[in-house]
Nanobody
Framework: QVQLVESGGGLVQPGGSLRLSCAVS????????AGWYRQAPGNRRALVAT???????NYVDSVKGRFTISRDNAKNTVYLQMNNLKPEDTAVYYC???????????WGQGTQVTVSS
């Protein structure tokens, strides 16, 4: 079975840092695009960052310069390093993986990130 398991969320003060991890199993992860999405209270789930199998990255404007997405194919894991966190970053963060030639995509269960003073 395909499984995506996020970890690393928690409570942090503004200006702090967190690193989220997503362990992927059940697919040939090295050939998949991976991404991080987030859903804040009252909002729809929105894209944060993506990384292709070739390592190309893309970020939503609000996190550019603060967040870094990366992947370790040997460990079947995608990461999101979050620096200089702001209260508006508070959300449930979800890991996503999809194959360019597939209509299906896979989601993790989500991990809560709370930025509060």
């Amino acid at each position: 079975q395909v499984q995506l398991v996020e970890s690393g969320g928690g409570l942090v003060q503004p200006g702090g840092s967190l690193r989220l991890s997503c362990a992927v199993s059940g697919i040939d992860f090295s050939t998949y695009t991976a991404g991080w999405y987030r859903q804040a209270p009252g909002n729809r789930r929105a894209l944060v960052a993506t990384i292709t199998s070739g390592g190309s990255t893309n970020y939503v404007d609000s996190v550019k310069g603060r967040f870094t997405i990366s992947r370790d194919n040997a460990k079947n894991t995608v990461y999101l390093q979050m620096n200089n966190l702001k209260p508006e970053d508070t959300a449930v963060y979800y890991c996503n993986s999809n194959h360019p030639r597939s209509l299906f995509e896979y989601w993790g269960q989500g991990t809560q990130v709370t930025v509060s003073s």
